[in-house]
């Protein structure tokens, strides 16, 4: 990882793109990639003129304005205008996009008092339900989360009223708990609503992440009820541990045997899909017989694998055998996503263990390269069970 540098300015270049993507939704990609470096560049060489024939050193920044979705020519010449002044809504988004977040960057502010809002057991239990699928809580630990939701305050919202606007800064991001809400964005003029969230979902957390202007306008199209988290709250709490999480994480990925044949890029998506789960002594997994769902790799601790025989002459019926063994650095559950059958044996925690989760649609996509050591695998599965029941046919699915 070390040997492996990445150039200077490109992590804010392919950040304003996403965003400009997210905003103006262009049908080719391609094209508009084109467009939109090509602004940069002129805006680029703009800037350099400037510099050759002014005394005034360029504004820092200026050229990010040029990801905007305002493009036509009477912005651009307004543009030098735009430099002198000190005020106004173009001038204010210019600010937050030349600053984008960098959580290493960022001082240490675990000293910084904690935001609380006092909050009922209801209404708790209420912010609890909405955020049990959010992703960006997911990698959170329990102490973390629960930090998360003593920060979070409730807003309940009337019909029509407007949530977040495009192109304002961000403050807030917001968790749904119940309403419908509709996405909106400028196109040609025009405001274009190109999708909703029907009481589930968050959204708000783009403009926080990357310090960009907001890049649609929610609007709500009924009564409902929102939890919101301020900016420097879920900077403390979600993109800096987010980006910690990431760094361990790409170290752990590195020690793990499967993974090696992985190229750095594959890993590092890989990375990006990990979940955390944490098992105390003799939690249940994996349940032989059940669907498969996800993949795991032991982070710390120590599982066991246990196979139910059929019942034979003497012996009770369900008796699990232990099979074998995974500790850190170690995987399970894949026999059952390669093969496309139902779980072939039942896992347990050892002690507390903490394992990282792939669900099914990652593994089918990220660990293709894979699949060969995985099916080798497979094969001395089926040794293992021969010597312990005499035949794989002995197995109870």
């Not at 392919?14 to 467009?35: I, K, M």
């Not at 309940?156 to 961000?170: A, F, M, S, T």
Request: one cysteine or more.
């Amino acid at each position: 990882m070390s040997a492996i540098e990445i150039p200077a300015g490109l992590k804010e270049l392919l950040q304003g793109y996403t965003v400009e993507v997210l905003r103006c939704r262009p049908p080719n990609l391609v094209e508009f990639a084109v467009q939109h470096f090509t602004q940069i560049l002129e805006g680029q060489r703009n800037d350099q003129r400037v510099k050759k024939h002014s005394a005034k050193p360029a504004r820092r920044g200026v050229t990010f304005e040029t990801k905007t979705n305002e493009v036509n020519k009477d912005e651009d010449e307004e543009e030098e205008d735009t430099v002198k002044s000190t005020t106004g809504k173009y001038n204010r988004r210019v600010s937050v996009c030349a600053e984008a977040y960098d959580p290493d960057d960022d001082e240490d502010d675990d000293a910084e008092p904690r935001v609380v809002y006092p909050k009922t057991d209801e209404q708790r239990r209420r912010l609890q339900d909405a955020c049990r699928d959010i992703l960006l809580f997911k990698t959170l630990e329990q102490e973390q989360f629960s930090e998360v939701l003593d920060g979070m305050f409730e807003v309940l919202v009337k019909p029509q009223e407007h949530i977040i606007d495009q192109g304002d800064d961000g403050d807030n991001f917001y968790v749904i708990e119940k309403g419908v809400y509709d996405i909106l964005v400028e196109k040609d003029g025009a405001s274009v609503c190109v999708g909703k969230y029907d009481n589930k979902g968050s959204f708000g957390e783009l403009a926080l992440m990357y310090n960009t202007p907001r890049a649609a306008t929610i609007v709500a199209t009924q009564e409902g009820a929102l939890w919101g988290l301020d900016r420097a709250t879920f900077h403390r709490l979600i993109v800096k541990n987010n980006a910690k999480k990431r760094r361990m994480y790409e170290a752990f990925i590195e020690c793990v045997p499967l993974l090696k044949s992985l190229e750095v890029s594959e890993r590092m998506k890989i990375v990006d899909v990990l979940g955390a789960r944490v098992f105390k002594e003799g939690d249940c997994i994996i349940t032989q017989g059940e669907e498969a769902d996800c993949f795991y790799i032991v982070e710390s601790g120590e599982v066991k694998i246990m196979i139910k025989s059929k019942m034979k002459a003497g012996q009770q019926d369900n008796t699990e055998v232990e099979v074998a063994r995974c500790s850190r650095g170690q995987y399970f559950g894949e026999l059952a996503l390669v093969t496309n059958k139902p779980r072939a044996a039942s896992v347990y925690a050892v002690g507390e263990t903490k394992c990282l989760v792939i669900d099914i649609q990652a593994f089918e996509r990220l660990l293709g390269p894979c699949m060969d050591i995985m099916k080798r695998n497979i094969s001395q599965y089926e040794d293992q069970r021969a010597a312990l029941f005499g035949s794989s046919e002995d197995i109870k699915h």
